[in-house]
């Protein structure tokens, strides 16, 4: 008996550290766009009251990284796409790296710097600055080097899905060939640099966009059966298929070693097409299960992901981007999900077990 009570003692200890690493793998990110927000700190105390490990930040916000001071999360820090021109030049990415980074390290955990957010040379919105994203990165990259943090802080940028050309099969991705002399040397610095790429994949907006031959059931990863066969490898949801199609894409331009950090995933509760609350409560606790697994293409190994948005944003515009939060913004949680911690076994609707209590043995 007590042998057999040690035992169970044990696994109860290792169940404890692996939802504790399962946990570390998805986080939120923190969007600024509303005038009835909470006030940084109290953002923060939030993030850490669930469990959530993980931020992305948009810009380098001086309040919000003092009140991530000592909170042990972990950030992506990114800047406006219209300081890419200024940071092209090497003096002002010393200066804003020394201001906005080193200032604040190690107090504040900085794991990624995010130069520049879904730029693309074929989109009208920020065409006229994918020339100086290359250059920002490396800017940015050396000037963190000089800083002697190249091993902490990892210098990458994040591209949407629309840069892909050829989706399916996944296995046949390709990145589209009038953006590919933006993307190849870009990817090539992040493989000398052993740095993932940041993407933002979005599910929701494919079945948006057509849903006749993308059903509701593939996005929401409920499907009860494998819906693509491709190689050997089956796709039961479309997270998945976005995903290895980009890595099948990047294995095209050389950047097979890359890992994929997903930067944002989400799904709307109103606003648009296919939103509700039941819809977006489904992707969101499914994604966060899923990631913990792999793809079919690098299976078993957790897909780090960031859960778009940590609130509704009331200034965001067209009405859909109004409604991606996962707290409402006097705190109430939106939906029920479980970011970690508290839940030992995470077996959830795939496995029907649970931890039996040390008293019971």
């Known amino acids: 008996m007590a042998t057999t009570t040690m035992l169970l003692l044990g696994l109860f200890i290792v169940a404890i550290n692996l939802g504790i690493s399962g946990a570390q793998s998805v986080g939120v990110c923190y969007g600024m766009m509303g005038n009835n927000l909470p006030s940084k700190s109290e953002v923060v105390a939030l993030y850490k009251a669930n469990n959530i490990n993980r931020m992305r930040l948009y810009d380098p916000n001086h309040e919000a990284l003092n009140a991530l001071r000592g909170s042990n999360i972990e950030v992506i820090l990114g800047f406006p796409n219209s300081d890419l021109q200024k940071l092209a030049d090497p003096s002002q990415a010393t200066s804003w790296v020394q201001q906005n980074v080193v200032n604040f390290w190690p107090s504040v955990r900085f794991k990624y710097i995010a130069v520049g957010n879904e730029v693309s040379p074929i989109s009208g919105n920020t065409a006229w600055l994918a020339q100086f994203v290359l250059p920002a990165l490396v800017n940015v990259f050396n000037a963190v080097r000089s800083a002697g943090l190249q091993d902490q802080i990892k210098v990458s940028t994040a591209i949407d899905t629309t840069l892909i050309g050829k989706s399916f099969p996944p ?73 290895d199609a980009l890595y099948s894409s990047l294995e095209g331009v050389w950047g097979g070693s890359l890992d994929v950090v997903v930067s944002e995933s989400g799904w709307p509760s109103a606003g648009g097409f296919a939103t509700s609350d039941d819809n977006a409560r489904t992707y969101l606790s499914n994604l ?42 006097d705190k109430r949680p939106k939906y029920n999900l479980n970011f970690g911690g508290e839940r030992i076994w995470d077996f959830s609707a795939e496995h029907n077990a649970t931890l039996p209590l040390v008293s019971d043995m």
């Open 171 to 243: 296995s046949e991705g390709a990145f589209r060939g009038d953006i590919r002399g933006f993307i190849e040397p870009i990817v090539g610095h992040l493989v000398w640099a052993k740095t993932p790429l940041l993407a933002n994949i979005y599910p929701y907006f494919s079945h948006r966009d057509n849903p006749g031959a993308i059903s509701l059931q593939y996005a929401l990863f409920t499907s009860p059966n494998v819906v693509v066969w491709d190689k050997g490898l089956g796709y039961q949801n479309l997270f998945d298929a976005i995903l």
């Open 288 to 329: 966060i299960r899923h990631v913990k697994k792999g793809s079919p293409k690098r299976p078993n190994k957790p897909i780090e992901t960031y859960i778009f948005a940590m609130f509704n944003e009331n200034q965001k515009q067209p009405e859909l981007e109004k409604h991606f939060g996962v707290f409402f913004p």
